[in-house]
């Protein structure tokens, strides 16, 4: 198999679509059933209108058998994808019971955010198959660390241990993530971190975190986030959105088969619990909504000192 290595493989590629942010990268080559090889492109999505959303991040745009690599071309696909959500959202709206195939294409935040940028969306893509356009926006690209043949994955600091310093736990929001909020707020932050602690398998959430890509630099911050410590773990969470998060450290020893065995596509947006309980059964209150906690088996947190 050859790989394709030139300078425009390893750019980094970012556009803005109204409040879409898209960023594209080469993400190494992946065979092909006949022999031949594929060019395959990760990338992520932010949204400034909803800071709530994490970013959703892919690698599974996918050239056509024996093209060169071309991160434009890659960040041309993307937005073709995002418009064929978009136009799936829209449909959808008109024809209730319809099932639009496109419709899941990405999170449901990232279909909503693509019907509302539709338009940017198409000037966009005008714009990236007439780049020598009088009306086109110039754009700096960054040039990638360089890839070594036969180690693309270094390139994303796969092969590095650990790939970030924290790993999700467990995400809740909604009337879940509101009874979290309400634990905390009569009880303090260290019950609602011994609850969500339940969540936490040891080996087994690990691995779940690196198959799906849920690990960070930084614990996520978006306006009113607040945040708590106790150990290894950091709960994060906004208590008008009832959003929480449970984060953890990674441990200093990298698992068995690392990187080889963890390079699934994420299909589901960062932070999405990777555990969750069955919904809470809400209980009747006065003024102020409260939420209920489904029990939960109680559980031994792991040892600090996970090994795997």
Not at 7 to 12: K, M, T
Not at 115 to 130: M, P, R, V
């Amino acid at each position: 198999m050859n790989d394709h290595h030139s300078s425009s493989a390893r750019n980094l590629v970012t556009r803005q679509a109204g409040s879409l942010h898209l960023a594209v990268r080469h993400d190494g080559t992946t065979p092909d059933e006949h022999g031949g090889y594929r060019q395959r492109y990760a990338y992520r999505i932010t949204d400034a209108t909803n800071p709530a959303a994490q970013p959703h991040d892919g690698r599974d745009i996918y050239s056509g058998v024996g093209a060169e690599a071309d991160t434009t071309g890659g960040m041309s696909d993307l937005v073709a994808y995002l418009s064929a959500a978009g136009d799936a959202y829209q449909h959808q709206m008109s024809h209730p019971l319809s099932a639009p195939e496109n419709l899941n294409l990405f999170p449901a935040w990232v279909t909503e955010a693509a019907y509302l940028n539709s338009d940017e969306l198409t000037a966009l893509a005008d714009e990236l198959e007439h780049p020598d356009s009088p009306d086109s926006v110039e754009h700096s690209t960054v040039e990638a660390p360089p890839v070594t043949p036969g180690d693309q994955d270094t390139a994303q600091n796969w092969a590095a241990w650990p790939p970030g310093r924290y790993y999700s736990v467990v995400f809740l929001q909604d009337t879940e993530g509101h009874a979290v909020v309400d634990l905390l707020q009569e009880q303090g932050t260290q019950a609602a971190i011994d609850h969500l602690a339940q969540w936490d398998y040891g080996s087994e959430t690990l691995e779940a975190a690196l198959f799906n890509q849920d690990y960070y630099a930084d614990v996520p911050h978006y306006p009113g986030t607040r945040e708590a410590t106790d150990g290894p773990y950091v709960l994060s969470y906004q208590p008008g959105l009832g959003t929480v998060q449970l984060l953890r450290e990674f441990p200093a020893q990298a698992p068995d088969g690392w990187p080889n065995r963890y390079t699934g596509v994420n299909d589901q947006a960062p932070g999405t619990a990777v555990a969750r309980a069955d919904a809470p059964r809400a209980t009747p209150s006065g003024a102020a909504p409260r939420h209920a906690l489904d029990p939960e088996p109680p559980r031994t947190r792991p040892d600090d000192g996970l090994s795997l």
